[in-house]
């Protein structure tokens, strides 16, 4: 007998809700997790600003009617102390902690064939064996560490947004330098900016952000929402992007100007990142998407005072959406603040670190805390780290050329080995909590089912994978995405393969695919 039925490895919300609904099906499971507490990105990721960019109202389990009433969200954007309270109270809530081992990382799963079992390794050295595993690791918990020539020779100190520590870190009339400008920069910069004595942001590509309008979630506001949409959760599990941003049904070629302008100011009036669902066309029709992009790069002109910093600030080298859209608050008008440099990398390139600070373009610009927010290794990364073989080889190798992985649930030749939010399924175009959920379910129903028809080996066939592969990069491809450099692409990530790794589908008519795949059988699943 195994030591248990199922090692998940991750506690956030994957691992959490894993444990919950696999304990409730009567299977022993274990949750290893990384972190000395619970919840995985949110627990990680806790640099100044750091906030959720899709509305508290859908950045939230489903499963439990209880949760969901006891809960109160306090902003229309979760911060990030209140997303790992919230994952904490989980934790207690369902009684989950006795069965995680935190502060404990997987470094490797290794198939046993003799015996049709995983033998997972910690790194406190323990061996447990177990009939399933199931990856609950993030897609974006593998930090990319850049090594800039001098860097150890930096005697200040350098944090990174994705392991920021757990101690308060005071920047109170220090000189601050951020190096990045993703999503983690651009919460990070104006709460540093009001700290620091001087910032300076070294900025690579611009990127397009738009503005959140957080505020305080008024007395009662969820409730009547709730009750205005009674089937709330249900249209978003249908919908393409895992919540309701009140998405246009028109194209926008082909509309009034007049009108565009118009509601494109009213959705930047309102904030966040339903601004990108204006119309249908933006994410796949250059011409609409310029117009968009036009429209954001004209706001950040009237922000900003210093033309030429407008200028840097302003995109150019992809269309608007295809790298991560950001949601910001009082990003663009935190340059105007005469403690705030901007440094454009593409004209002056970081040439190395000093002992006091970082030369670019032959000038030192004296520094005594780096900010890294320069991203992860995304949706692949956090997978490469463990070492996972299964009876043909290892993940790693098989992965070397991209990832392959049917539905982004499971790969050929990798038994019994599922994934939540995998390469190939919506993940990170999608509301992730939305589609933790249908993963879990998918999965949890779907061990149920093979422990209760005594299956052994339980593994996508190649044939199936390939297939899934190859649509998964079609849908892709009548997309604007494939065109940036972006980390959809792992184009951020020095030798990774090129190759756009999530589902465009939408998270509805992926829903589908796999609820159907479940009903025929598990079709392009093969079992001993
Ligand atoms: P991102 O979005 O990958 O942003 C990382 C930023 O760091 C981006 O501006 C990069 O420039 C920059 N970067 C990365 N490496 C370097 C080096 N070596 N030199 C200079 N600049 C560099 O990561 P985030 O953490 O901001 O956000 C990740 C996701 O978390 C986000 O999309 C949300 O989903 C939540 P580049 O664009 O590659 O030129």
Not at 67 to 93: F, N, T
Not at 203 to 210: D, M, V
Not at 309 to 325: C, E, M, N, Q, Y
Request: proline share 6%.
């Amino acid at each position: 007998m195994t030591d248990h039925d199922v090692v998940v490895i991750g506690a956030g919300f994957a691992g959490l809700h894993l444990l919950h609904s696999l304990r409730g099906r009567g299977l022993r499971t274990h949750v290893f997790e990384r972190g000395s507490d619970v919840g995985g990105t949110w627990f990680w990721n806790r640099y100044p600003g750091a906030r959720c960019d899709t509305p508290s109202l859908f950045y939230a389990y489903s499963f439990d009617p209880g949760l969901e009433a006891e809960w109160r969200w306090e902003e229309r954007y979760p911060s990030q102390p209140e997303l790992l309270a919230y994952l904490q109270h989980v934790a207690d809530r369902f009684d989950l902690r006795r069965d995680i081992s935190l502060g404990t990382t997987v470094e490797s799963a290794e198939f046993d064939e003799a015996t049709d079992t995983w033998r997972v390794r910690t790194g406190d050295g323990a061996e447990v064996t177990a009939r399933y595993v199931v990856t609950a690791v993030g897609c974006l918990s593998a930090a990319q560490d850049p090594r800039f020539p001098g860097l150890d020779g930096f005697a200040g100190r350098v944090l990174h947004t994705g392991h920021w520590p757990a101690e308060e870190v005071d920047v109170s009339g220090l000189r601050v330098g951020v190096i990045g400008t993703g999503s983690s920069g651009i919460q990070a910069i104006p709460v540093l900016a009001e700290q620091a004595g001087h910032l300076t942001v070294f900025q690579r590509t611009a990127n397009f952000s738009l503005p959140a309008r957080n505020r305080p979630l008024e007395p009662g506001e969820h409730e009547s929402e709730r009750r205005d949409t009674p089937d709330l959760w249900e249209q978003a599990r249908r919908s393409p992007a895992g919540a309701l941003w009140n998405a246009g049904d028109e194209a926008l070629v082909g509309a009034d100007p007049g009108a565009v302008r118009a509601e494109l100011d009213r959705r930047w009036e309102f904030g966040g990142a339903g601004f990108m669902t204006a119309y249908t066309d933006i994410a796949v029709d250059e011409k609409a998407n310029d117009v968009v992009a036009d429209y954001v790069r004209d706001r950040i002109q009237d922000i900003v005072d210093d033309p030429e910093t407008a200028r840097v600030l302003s995109p150019h080298d992809h269309p608007i959406g295809t790298k991560r859209i950001c949601v910001d608050t009082d990003y663009y008008t935190t340059y105007n603040r005469a403690n705030v440099a901007l440094v454009d990398l593409r004209e002056s390139p970081i040439e190395r670190f000093t002992a006091d600070g970082i030369v670019v373009g032959g000038r030192e610009v004296p520094l005594d805390v780096v900010v890294l927010a320069t991203g992860f290794d995304a949706i692949t990364g956090p997978l490469d780290r463990i070492a996972i073989t299964g009876p043909g080889g290892s993940l790693r190798d098989k992965w070397s050329a991209g990832p392959r992985a049917y539905l982004g649930l499971a790969s050929a030749g990798f038994p019994n080995l599922f994934m939540v939010t995998g390469p190939g399924s919506p993940s990170v175009l999608s509301n992730m909590v939305v589609s933790i959920e249908q993963h879990v379910d998918w999965i949890v129903a779907c061990i149920d089912h093979l422990v209760a028809d005594g299956v052994s080996r339980f593994a996508p066939t190649v044939e199936a994978e390939d297939a899934w592969v190859a649509q998964v990069n079609e849908i892709a491809d009548m997309t604007l995405m494939p065109r940036a450099a972006s980390w959809y692409m792992g184009a951020n990530v020095p030798g990774k393969t090129r190759i756009f790794m999530p589902f465009a589908g939408g998270v509805g008519a992926y829903r589908e695919i796999c609820d159907g795949v479940a009903a025929d059988g598990y079709r392009g699943f093969a079992r001993d």
